[in-house]
């Protein structure tokens, strides 16, 4: 929704590079990335990946080179149970079994079984190649060392996609250029200066939870090389297979490529300067371009990227904490577009590193794309929404086997859809209302094909009417079940009506049922029944609680009560009244160490729903560890999770509901209006 008094146009182009991002030294926290939302690569300050033990993160590095098709699994254990362990329930549909677990404190697995372990590590994302500088040293290379690093000065400039790093080192002086191909897995490095090569090195795929390479095994793999014109062609094989699970171009045109190790290439070439493209895929790519052409389409590509969809301007405000917001905007649009924009819903760590092994959480999918569509670019969304239709199968499978109609959607998942044993995630309900919601808004931003997930949309909400429990107080949620806020796992037999999911059953079947009837279909009476019946949460001293057991709410992890307005639309399910004094409870004495880096654009969503602006601003930049945005635009969580892509997601989500509201809500509803805020906008997708 425009404001009353746009104004000229924004100057994209001068937000933009109001945040490009300059470093000048090693900064272990925030790595920079080039990608395309299949393939990125994150680099160091030498513009390759050449000090990975200075940058690391969830017990391996943040300098990995990771893409939504390539997925590894070992051998599974000689003699292991892989039957999913299925364990009966009681619903109020019968006994109903479920993919459990046995609990692990801290996610320690060491209580599983080697079958468990192994479903829950298989199959993982694999890191596809260490891409580092090394130095001449009489005859042959040497890496350098951190402590040869001299003066340096590194930008990455979101408006073109390119990273420049101006180094010394050992007493060099490099310029390293840096950038993927933005419609292509190929990727571009110049270096300009004498003395330097380039080291390509080939892992292993990894089982541990936040390390995708491992470079203890290397009789497990093989690395053929194929030499070609121009470079080489790597046959990567695993496992003792025939055939490559994926390949990797080297184009090095003027230059020596050799090899000097089983999984290791050097480049090098004797002129002032080396072009380095490696085009990565799971069969043999096409010729790759030269680096200059893969130069030339990112800095076609990001300009176009910024000049369609939304753009936020606050550079008007006086309020201090507008320069911080922008740039985390800005920083999150780039982000976002080169992680969380693939084939596949993004795991948490996006593209960067591994976390849960790669493997993507569907209840986070929301968070992590939802806001393309409200930031005008549905296909950007579109292309992750595709999964759905792929498992779906496997989903209408789960629906069935619980005695239920349509799809029950899985939690943490790989390419193949199949749900992770846990005692947590199996019994989780709330990504199931995502499909439907984010189905409505690719349908109200006209992405592409807008009307084709029908079908998804029929399959989500028979499972959602049929899961319903009908009582005496309307229809229930659970047992079993774990809400959002997952701290009750242990009493997930008789947990019941979390405010959040009763709210966002009601919405989404009423969603569901407009579909219907866009289609020229009659509607469905259950869903209506459902949705107009939704039980009512629990209210104790004139708040909701979090469940409707004891122990009614336990104040740590995700105040997702609250939530019932604001990422939910205003429904019958929860009074905005009670809603408002459950948030002031929460503001009041929450555990925010506990929370996590989505729960702050929730908080601002609920605020802004409520018409408490100052809230909403408050809560969006609340200054506590999980809810930082370190200098590359990440949301850092702590060592174990150093990136968390939903955070910068939801802070998408959010300001695009505080700048353009939703359905009559009025413009900017989430900025204060005491002068302090210029918020001026375009392009934005109301949200309903």
Known sequence: MPSPDPGPPIDRRAVVRRHVVEVTGIDPAAPLSVGNGELCA????????????????????????????AWHSVPPPEGADLAQALRPYRTWRGEVAFVDGPPMPGGDESRLDAGTRWLRANPHRL????????????????????????????????????????????????RVTTACHPDRDVLAVRIAGLGAAVRIAFPYGSQAWGDAADWTR???????????????????????????????????????????????????????ELELVLAFGKAPPAEPPDAATVFAASARHWPAFWSRGAALDLAGSTDPRAEELERRVVLSQYLTAIQCAGSLPPQETGLTCNSWRGRFHLEMHWWHAAHFALWGRPDLLARSTDFYRRILPVARETARRQGCRGARWPKQVGPDGRESPSHIGPFLLWQQPHVIHLAELLRRAGGPEAGRWGDLVEATAWFMADVAEPTPDGYALGPPLVPAQES?????????????ELAYWSWALGVAKEWRVRAGRPPEPLWDEVAKGMARPLVRDGRYAAIGIEPFTVRADHPSMVYALGVVPATDVVDPALVAATLRAVLADWDWESTWGWDFPALAMTATRLHEPETAVAALLRDTPKNRHVRSGHNRQSADLPVYLPGNGGLLAAVALMAAGWDGSGDAPGFPRDGTWSVRHEGFVPAP
Not at 152 to 174: K, M, N
């Open 218 to 272: 290397p009789d497990a793999h093989a690395s053929r090389v194929e030499p070609l014109p121009g470079g080489v062609l790597v046959h990567r094989l695993f496992d003792g297979a025939d055939a490559p699970l994926h390949v990797v171009r080297v184009r090095a045109d003027g230059a020596a490529v050799r090899t000097t190790g089983e999984h290791e290439l050097v480049v090098e070439a004797d002129a002032a």
């Open 42 to 69: 994150t680099v160091d300050v030498t513009g390759l990946q050449t000090f990975p033990d200075a940058y690391p993160g969830g017990g391996g590095t943040l300098l990995g080179t990771q893409s939504q098709w």
């Open 488 to 500: 009750y796992a242990d009493v997930r037999d008789r947990a019941t009506n979390p405010p959040f």
């Open 127 to 174: 890191d596809l190649a260490r891409i580092g500088l090394v130095l001449r040293d009489g005859s042959g290379h040497r890496a350098p060392d951190p402590a040869e690093l001299g003066a340096c000065h590194q930008t990455l400039d979101p408006w073109t996609g390119v990273i420049e790093s101006d180094v010394e080192l050992a007493g060099r002086r490099l």
